[in-house]
Protein backbone atom coordinates (compact mmCIF):
# COMPACT_ATOMS: atom_id res chain seq x y z
CA UNK A 1 0.00 0.00 0.00
CA UNK A 2 1.27 3.24 -1.02
CA UNK A 3 0.09 6.55 -0.96
CA UNK A 4 -2.86 7.75 -3.01
CA UNK A 5 -3.27 11.67 -2.24
CA UNK A 6 -0.93 14.26 -1.15
CA UNK A 7 -2.00 17.35 -0.34
CA UNK A 8 1.03 20.23 0.44
CA UNK A 9 0.64 23.66 2.27
CA UNK A 10 -2.86 24.42 0.33
CA UNK A 11 -4.17 27.97 0.69
CA UNK A 12 -7.08 29.31 -0.31
CA UNK A 13 -8.85 33.03 0.01
CA UNK A 14 -12.14 35.06 -1.23
CA UNK A 15 -12.02 38.53 -1.43
CA UNK A 16 -9.02 38.32 0.93
CA UNK A 17 -10.98 36.33 3.43
CA UNK A 18 -8.62 33.25 4.25
CA UNK A 19 -10.49 30.08 3.67
CA UNK A 20 -7.18 27.43 4.16
CA UNK A 21 -4.08 28.22 5.26
CA UNK A 22 -1.51 26.00 4.64
CA UNK A 23 -3.44 22.46 4.75
CA UNK A 24 -0.83 19.62 4.43
CA UNK A 25 -2.00 16.05 4.84
CA UNK A 26 -1.12 12.55 3.04
CA UNK A 27 -4.29 9.54 2.48
CA UNK A 28 -2.79 6.56 2.43
CA UNK A 29 -4.23 4.03 -0.27
CA UNK A 30 -7.58 1.70 1.51
CA UNK A 31 -7.89 4.50 4.06
CA UNK A 32 -10.73 5.68 5.58
CA UNK A 33 -9.93 8.94 5.95
CA UNK A 34 -12.02 11.65 7.72
CA UNK A 35 -12.37 15.70 7.61
CA UNK A 36 -14.08 17.25 10.29
CA UNK A 37 -14.49 20.27 12.03
CA UNK A 38 -17.28 23.43 12.94
CA UNK A 39 -19.22 24.98 10.24
CA UNK A 40 -17.13 27.37 8.52
CA UNK A 41 -14.09 25.41 9.20
CA UNK A 42 -12.84 24.86 5.17
CA UNK A 43 -14.31 21.54 4.73
CA UNK A 44 -16.31 21.80 1.65
CA UNK A 45 -13.42 24.17 0.18
CA UNK A 46 -10.85 21.35 0.71
CA UNK A 47 -13.08 18.38 -1.24
CA UNK A 48 -13.83 21.95 -3.81
CA UNK A 49 -9.75 21.81 -4.22
CA UNK A 50 -9.24 18.11 -4.88
CA UNK A 51 -12.11 17.65 -7.05
CA UNK A 52 -11.40 20.77 -9.40
CA UNK A 53 -14.03 22.77 -8.40
CA UNK A 54 -11.82 25.67 -7.14
CA UNK A 55 -8.01 26.46 -7.39
CA UNK A 56 -6.08 27.01 -4.84
CA UNK A 57 -4.39 30.07 -4.01
CA UNK A 58 -1.05 28.25 -3.11
CA UNK A 59 0.15 24.68 -2.73
CA UNK A 60 -0.50 21.36 -4.51
CA UNK A 61 -2.25 18.18 -4.49
CA UNK A 62 -0.75 14.66 -6.04
CA UNK A 63 -3.46 12.03 -6.59
CA UNK A 64 -0.97 8.95 -7.30
CA UNK A 65 2.18 10.94 -7.96
CA UNK A 66 0.44 13.27 -10.42
CA UNK A 67 0.04 16.52 -9.81
CA UNK A 68 -3.51 17.79 -10.45
CA UNK A 69 -3.17 21.77 -11.04
CA UNK A 70 -4.90 22.41 -14.30
CA UNK A 71 -7.10 19.24 -14.22
CA UNK A 72 -11.12 19.73 -14.70
CA UNK A 73 -12.95 17.69 -12.60
CA UNK A 74 -14.27 15.34 -15.39
CA UNK A 75 -10.11 15.33 -16.46
CA UNK A 76 -9.37 14.21 -12.35
CA UNK A 77 -12.75 11.94 -12.83
CA UNK A 78 -10.92 9.73 -15.24
CA UNK A 79 -7.78 9.23 -13.21
CA UNK A 80 -10.09 7.56 -10.52
CA UNK A 81 -10.89 10.47 -8.26
CA UNK A 82 -14.90 10.14 -7.50
CA UNK A 83 -17.20 12.74 -5.57
CA UNK A 84 -20.39 12.96 -3.65
CA UNK A 85 -22.15 16.64 -2.93
CA UNK A 86 -23.36 17.60 0.07
CA UNK A 87 -26.68 18.52 -1.51
CA UNK A 88 -28.32 15.91 -3.74
CA UNK A 89 -27.36 16.82 -7.70
CA UNK A 90 -29.25 13.98 -8.86
CA UNK A 91 -31.31 14.41 -12.44
CA UNK A 92 -35.10 14.03 -10.83
CA UNK A 93 -36.73 13.32 -13.88
CA UNK A 94 -34.30 10.83 -15.00
CA UNK A 95 -34.21 7.55 -13.97
CA UNK A 96 -32.35 5.86 -11.37
CA UNK A 97 -30.50 3.83 -14.19
CA UNK A 98 -29.62 6.31 -16.01
CA UNK A 99 -28.15 8.91 -13.52
CA UNK A 100 -26.15 5.87 -12.44
CA UNK A 101 -25.03 4.89 -16.41
CA UNK A 102 -24.08 8.89 -16.49
CA UNK A 103 -21.20 8.20 -13.32
CA UNK A 104 -20.56 5.46 -15.50
CA UNK A 105 -19.39 6.87 -18.70
CA UNK A 106 -17.16 9.25 -16.45
CA UNK A 107 -14.49 5.94 -16.33
CA UNK A 108 -14.64 6.30 -20.29
CA UNK A 109 -11.77 7.51 -22.48
CA UNK A 110 -12.50 11.22 -23.36
CA UNK A 111 -12.12 10.27 -27.20
CA UNK A 112 -14.66 7.68 -28.63
CA UNK A 113 -13.38 3.97 -28.80
CA UNK A 114 -12.89 1.92 -31.48
CA UNK A 115 -15.61 -0.39 -30.68
CA UNK A 116 -19.59 0.35 -31.77
CA UNK A 117 -21.52 2.93 -29.84
CA UNK A 118 -23.53 -0.17 -28.82
CA UNK A 119 -21.03 -2.01 -27.41
CA UNK A 120 -20.48 0.99 -25.30
CA UNK A 121 -23.77 1.17 -23.66
CA UNK A 122 -24.32 -2.28 -23.04
CA UNK A 123 -20.92 -2.26 -20.83
CA UNK A 124 -22.32 0.67 -19.33
CA UNK A 125 -25.67 -0.78 -18.67
CA UNK A 126 -23.58 -3.83 -17.36
CA UNK A 127 -21.65 -1.74 -14.88
CA UNK A 128 -24.19 0.32 -13.98
CA UNK A 129 -26.43 -2.80 -13.01
CA UNK A 130 -23.80 -4.03 -10.85
CA UNK A 131 -23.37 -0.89 -8.93
CA UNK A 132 -27.01 -0.90 -8.32
CA UNK A 133 -27.73 -4.63 -7.17
CA UNK A 134 -24.34 -3.88 -5.26
CA UNK A 135 -26.37 -0.83 -3.23
CA UNK A 136 -30.00 -2.64 -3.35
CA UNK A 137 -31.23 -0.38 -5.85
CA UNK A 138 -32.29 -2.43 -8.85
CA UNK A 139 -35.80 -2.42 -7.64
CA UNK A 140 -35.59 1.17 -8.64
CA UNK A 141 -33.21 1.24 -11.53
CA UNK A 142 -36.57 2.91 -13.67
CA UNK A 143 -37.99 5.17 -10.98
CA UNK A 144 -36.97 8.59 -11.36
CA UNK A 145 -34.25 9.60 -8.72
CA UNK A 146 -37.03 12.20 -8.03
CA UNK A 147 -39.23 10.16 -6.73
CA UNK A 148 -37.89 8.60 -4.31
CA UNK A 149 -37.58 9.16 -0.46
CA UNK A 150 -34.29 11.28 0.78
CA UNK A 151 -32.70 8.05 1.99
CA UNK A 152 -32.92 6.38 -1.21
CA UNK A 153 -32.14 9.08 -3.50
CA UNK A 154 -28.87 9.48 -1.12
CA UNK A 155 -27.51 5.76 -2.17
CA UNK A 156 -28.33 6.60 -5.99
CA UNK A 157 -25.56 9.72 -5.60
CA UNK A 158 -23.35 7.57 -4.07
CA UNK A 159 -24.10 4.59 -6.69
CA UNK A 160 -23.34 6.97 -9.45
CA UNK A 161 -19.95 7.95 -7.92
CA UNK A 162 -19.01 4.89 -7.62
CA UNK A 163 -20.27 3.28 -10.97
CA UNK A 164 -17.45 5.91 -11.84
CA UNK A 165 -14.89 3.30 -10.47
CA UNK A 166 -13.18 5.68 -8.72
CA UNK A 167 -9.97 4.95 -6.85
CA UNK A 168 -10.48 7.82 -4.35
CA UNK A 169 -14.08 8.75 -2.97
CA UNK A 170 -14.69 11.84 -1.61
CA UNK A 171 -17.85 12.19 -0.14
CA UNK A 172 -19.03 15.55 1.22
CA UNK A 173 -21.23 14.74 4.62
CA UNK A 174 -23.25 11.14 3.13
CA UNK A 175 -25.09 10.54 6.37
CA UNK A 176 -26.69 14.04 6.70
CA UNK A 177 -30.51 13.64 6.58
CA UNK A 178 -30.39 10.10 7.29
CA UNK A 179 -32.22 7.71 9.65
CA UNK A 180 -30.06 5.61 11.89
CA UNK A 181 -30.74 2.70 10.09
CA UNK A 182 -29.75 4.10 6.86
CA UNK A 183 -26.47 5.09 8.21
CA UNK A 184 -25.95 1.76 9.52
CA UNK A 185 -26.64 0.59 5.79
CA UNK A 186 -24.40 3.31 4.45
CA UNK A 187 -21.82 2.31 6.42
CA UNK A 188 -21.44 -1.30 5.47
CA UNK A 189 -22.27 -0.08 2.23
CA UNK A 190 -18.46 1.97 1.92
CA UNK A 191 -17.08 -0.32 4.20
CA UNK A 192 -17.89 -3.47 1.51
CA UNK A 193 -16.26 -1.11 -1.39
CA UNK A 194 -13.55 -0.04 0.18
CA UNK A 195 -13.25 -4.27 0.56
CA UNK A 196 -14.08 -5.52 -2.65
CA UNK A 197 -13.18 -3.27 -4.49
CA UNK A 198 -10.31 -1.39 -3.44
CA UNK A 199 -11.59 2.06 -2.91
CA UNK A 200 -10.16 4.84 -0.43
CA UNK A 201 -12.74 7.18 1.03
CA UNK A 202 -12.17 10.49 2.13
CA UNK A 203 -14.83 11.80 4.06
CA UNK A 204 -16.17 15.19 5.37
CA UNK A 205 -18.99 14.09 8.14
CA UNK A 206 -20.87 16.23 11.13
CA UNK A 207 -21.55 12.45 12.51
CA UNK A 208 -18.57 11.98 15.59
CA UNK A 209 -20.06 9.26 16.69
CA UNK A 210 -19.60 7.35 12.82
CA UNK A 211 -16.39 9.56 12.47
CA UNK A 212 -14.93 7.76 15.18
CA UNK A 213 -16.11 4.30 14.64
CA UNK A 214 -15.88 3.87 11.39
CA UNK A 215 -12.61 5.97 10.32
CA UNK A 216 -8.91 5.20 10.82
CA UNK A 217 -7.34 8.51 10.26
CA UNK A 218 -8.56 11.98 11.43
CA UNK A 219 -8.05 15.57 10.19
CA UNK A 220 -9.52 18.41 12.32
CA UNK A 221 -10.01 21.76 10.41
CA UNK A 222 -10.44 24.62 12.54
CA UNK A 223 -10.59 28.63 10.73
CA UNK A 224 -8.77 26.69 7.56
CA UNK A 225 -6.29 25.45 9.79
CA UNK A 226 -5.10 21.79 10.69
CA UNK A 227 -5.68 21.67 14.41
CA UNK A 228 -5.59 17.79 14.43
CA UNK A 229 -4.09 15.11 12.62
CA UNK A 230 -4.23 11.30 13.78
CA UNK A 231 -6.21 8.51 14.90
CA UNK A 232 -9.41 8.70 16.19
CA UNK A 233 -8.98 8.15 19.62
CA UNK A 234 -6.95 11.04 20.01
CA UNK A 235 -9.39 13.13 18.86
CA UNK A 236 -11.53 12.32 21.87
CA UNK A 237 -8.62 13.32 23.83
CA UNK A 238 -7.51 16.40 22.08
CA UNK A 239 -8.52 19.50 24.08
CA UNK A 240 -7.81 21.84 21.26
CA UNK A 241 -10.64 20.00 19.26
CA UNK A 242 -12.62 19.60 22.32
CA UNK A 243 -12.65 23.42 22.50
CA UNK A 244 -12.86 24.34 18.52
CA UNK A 245 -15.87 20.98 17.42
CA UNK A 246 -17.58 20.66 20.87
CA UNK A 247 -17.26 24.18 22.49
CA UNK A 248 -15.92 22.44 25.90
CA UNK A 249 -14.15 19.46 27.49
CA UNK A 250 -15.10 15.66 26.20
Do not use: C
Not at 151 to 164: D, N, P
Not at 179 to 203: C, M, N, V, Y
Request: net charge neutral.
Amino acid sequence: MGTILEVKDLHLSFKGVKALSGVSFSVEEGAFFAVIGPNGAGKTSLLNILSGVYSPSRGEVLFQGRPLRGLSPQARARLGLGRTFQGLELFRGMSVLDNVKLGAELALPPYPPLFPRAQVEWRLRAWAEEVLDYLHLSPYRHTPAGMLPYGLQKRVEIARALAGRPRLLLLDEPMAGLSLEEKQDLARFLLDAREEWGITLLWVEHDLRAVLELSDQVLVLSYGEVLYLGGPEGVKKSAKVAEAYLGGAV
